[in-house]
């Protein structure tokens, strides 16, 4: 399987610690190796953590219980 990388330019918002990140998550951004990324739409690797969370019964889809 062949995978292609898509060019992801760095938002001028990476002056932002990380810890100050996790705990404030800005919209539409993505903490990537050291650098703030702007983030569109969802990628391969969230589909995939959100799927695994619905199978749990910990996903969005059971809220509110």
């Known amino acids: 399987m062949r995978v292609t990388r898509i060019p992801i330019v760095a938002s001028p918002t990476a002056q932002i610690p990380p810890k100050d990140f996790r705990l404030n998550p800005l919209e539409h951004k993505e903490w990537v190796d050291g650098q703030l990324l702007e983030k569109d739409g969802i990628t391969l690797k ?20």
């Not at 589909?47 to 889809?61: C, D, F, M």
Request: proline residues 10%.
């Open 46 to 65: 969230d589909s995939r953590i959100q799927a695994k969370l619905t199978q749990q019964g910990k996903g969005e889809t059971t809220w509110p219980p």
